[in-house]
């Protein structure tokens, strides 16, 4: 079993930045795959960014490449997501996923076993 807690939403302008956490009890396999979701109402929920636990290869929703940066921490089982120049429409609660062996379906929700409760972000214009 893996609890996985999001923390760092919040509310801010457009052009800010917020970071995510995302910390995992249990010790993380180095066969894992971290990744971050999001969903706005009325809309499905949708990939945002992940990583592999083993040797950090990451991937990123074309929305949000180059302004978005998913990391990890070993040493404390917890993965980031740094959002920076944030817009309008990245307004939306943000979920954390583990997938216990990655399979390369990084974007797809039904890989993944476990999920966190979310964190609302709202970025106002």
């Known amino acids: 079993q893996v609890q996985l807690v999001e923390s760092g939403g919040g509310l801010v302008q457009a052009g800010g930045s917020l970071r995510l956490s995302c910390a995992a009890s249990g010790r993380i396999s180095s066969s894992y795959a971290m990744g971050w979701f999001r969903q706005a109402p009325g809309k499905e929920r949708e990939f945002v960014a992940a990583?592999?636990?083993?040797?950090?290869?990451?991937h990123y929703a074309d929305s949000v490449k180059g302004r978005f940066t998913i990391s990890r921490d070993g040493a404390k089982n917890t993965v980031y997501l740094q959002m920076n120049s944030l817009k309008p429409e990245d307004t939306a609660v943000y979920y954390c996923a583990a997938q216990l062996f990655y399979d390369g379906r990084y974007a797809y929700t039904a890989a993944y076993d476990y999920w966190g409760q979310g964190t609302q972000v709202t970025v106002s214009s």
């Open positions: 990583v592999t636990w083993s040797i950090g290869i990451t």
